[in-house]
Protein backbone atom coordinates (compact mmCIF):
# COMPACT_ATOMS: atom_id res chain seq x y z
CA UNK A 1 0.00 0.00 0.00
CA UNK A 2 1.38 3.28 -0.87
CA UNK A 3 2.30 6.06 1.64
CA UNK A 4 1.36 9.91 0.95
CA UNK A 5 2.91 13.00 2.51
CA UNK A 6 2.54 16.63 2.33
CA UNK A 7 4.94 18.67 2.97
CA UNK A 8 6.69 22.74 2.80
CA UNK A 9 10.30 22.94 1.54
CA UNK A 10 11.15 26.88 2.81
CA UNK A 11 14.12 27.11 0.55
CA UNK A 12 12.54 26.58 -2.72
CA UNK A 13 12.36 29.59 -4.47
CA UNK A 14 12.96 28.87 -8.34
CA UNK A 15 12.24 26.46 -11.03
CA UNK A 16 15.81 25.26 -10.69
CA UNK A 17 15.30 24.04 -7.00
CA UNK A 18 11.97 22.47 -8.03
CA UNK A 19 14.12 20.50 -10.99
CA UNK A 20 16.66 19.49 -8.28
CA UNK A 21 14.25 18.49 -5.65
CA UNK A 22 12.45 16.61 -8.22
CA UNK A 23 15.45 14.84 -9.46
CA UNK A 24 16.71 13.46 -5.78
CA UNK A 25 13.60 11.92 -5.17
CA UNK A 26 12.82 10.45 -8.72
CA UNK A 27 16.18 9.21 -8.04
CA UNK A 28 15.04 7.12 -5.09
CA UNK A 29 13.25 3.18 -6.02
CA UNK A 30 9.87 3.07 -4.78
CA UNK A 31 8.77 6.94 -5.07
CA UNK A 32 5.51 6.95 -7.43
CA UNK A 33 4.85 10.72 -7.76
CA UNK A 34 6.46 13.98 -6.67
CA UNK A 35 4.22 17.26 -7.01
CA UNK A 36 5.76 20.53 -6.33
CA UNK A 37 3.50 23.76 -6.26
CA UNK A 38 6.74 26.41 -6.18
CA UNK A 39 4.47 28.95 -5.41
CA UNK A 40 3.61 27.32 -2.18
CA UNK A 41 6.56 25.88 -1.31
CA UNK A 42 4.79 22.59 -0.83
CA UNK A 43 5.72 19.49 -2.03
CA UNK A 44 3.69 15.77 -2.25
CA UNK A 45 5.46 12.49 -2.61
CA UNK A 46 3.86 9.33 -3.04
CA UNK A 47 5.72 5.88 -2.17
CA UNK A 48 5.78 2.33 -1.78
CA UNK A 49 8.37 0.05 -0.60
CA UNK A 50 11.25 -0.36 -0.90
CA UNK A 51 11.14 3.76 -0.38
CA UNK A 52 11.08 5.17 3.51
CA UNK A 53 9.74 8.38 4.88
CA UNK A 54 13.64 8.34 6.45
CA UNK A 55 15.12 7.86 3.27
CA UNK A 56 13.01 10.62 1.35
CA UNK A 57 14.22 13.01 4.21
CA UNK A 58 17.64 11.57 4.23
CA UNK A 59 17.84 12.25 0.93
CA UNK A 60 16.12 16.19 0.63
CA UNK A 61 18.79 17.07 3.45
CA UNK A 62 21.59 15.53 1.15
CA UNK A 63 20.37 17.97 -1.80
CA UNK A 64 20.38 20.95 0.65
CA UNK A 65 16.59 21.16 0.99
CA UNK A 66 15.28 19.88 4.30
CA UNK A 67 11.66 19.03 4.51
CA UNK A 68 9.21 21.08 7.28
CA UNK A 69 6.83 19.72 9.04
CA UNK A 70 4.21 17.50 7.25
CA UNK A 71 0.84 18.58 7.17
CA UNK A 72 -2.32 17.22 6.51
Do not use: H
Not at 5 to 11: A, D, G, H, T
Not at 22 to 48: C, F, H, N, P, Y
Amino acid sequence: MASRKSFRIPKICCENCVALVRQALDGLTGIQSVDIVLERKTVTVTWDNPATWQAIERQLDLTGYPPGPPFA
